[in-house]
């Protein structure tokens, strides 16, 4: 699943450390979702939707393999 | 989050220890300090096993605690660890009944086996979603 964190998190100025204490889980989590290794949980997804006011759709896209 | 999980991580630790320690008591105990008396031999064996107990909820406890990532880390090497050692168990049993090995098959082996394959699993398994 691609998806735009990495970006969004820069224009809010957020480090990973940063993100990860908002949204509840570690950096290594947040550092293994920017690069697409992982993907996020529901509730993952929906508090970061919820931080960068976006829906899910325009930060994670789902691509068929 | 991050402070209830040091404070799960150290729990895990002392009751870890206290296993190991309470285990080390029950095993030499009885033949270096008192002289194999049966009621404190099965006392200290009871205290072990109830530590053992406490060891295991904190171990829950830490892992409930973790991220979805941290979770399936440990799920993915708790599993290989697992299948590993129920087949080199039973492998290493048969070689022992097939008197293939010349020495007694030791459960401790196998316990030494289980803790490396976790500990090796668990560090491969996180370098990959690093």
Not at chain 1, 37 to 61: G, N, Q, V, Y
Not at chain 2, 1 to 6: D, L, T
Not at chain 2, 29 to 43: F, M, Q, S
């Amino acid at each position: 699943m691609k998806n735009r964190l990495k970006v969004l998190r820069a224009e809010y100025n957020y480090t990973q450390e940063d993100l990860a204490d908002i949204i509840g889980v570690s950096r290594q989590t947040i550092n293994a979702i920017e690069k697409e290794k992982f993907d996020p949980s529901l509730p993952t997804a929906f508090r970061i939707s919820k931080l960068f006011k976006l829906p899910i759709e325009t930060i994670f896209h789902f691509e068929e393999l | 989050m991050k402070i209830e999980r040091k404070k799960n991580l150290y729990n895990l630790a002392v009751w870890t220890w206290s296993w190991v320690a309470t285990m080390a008591i029950a095993a030499f105990g009885p033949k270096y300090i008192w002289d194999d008396h049966a009621v404190l031999t099965a006392l200290a064996v009871s205290v072990n096993f109830v530590h053992g107990i406490l060891m295991i909820i904190a171990n829950r406890r830490l892992f409930n605690n973790f991220d979805e990532l941290q979770r399936k880390i440990h799920l993915e090497s708790l599993a290989l660890t697992l299948g590993l050692a129920v087949v080199v168990g039973l492998s290493y049993s048969l070689l022992d009944a097939t008197n293939i090995i010349a020495y007694d098959a030791e459960i401790s082996n196998l316990v030494i086996f289980i803790g490396l394959t976790y500990l090796v699993l668990v560090t491969l398994n996180t370098r990959r979603y690093t």
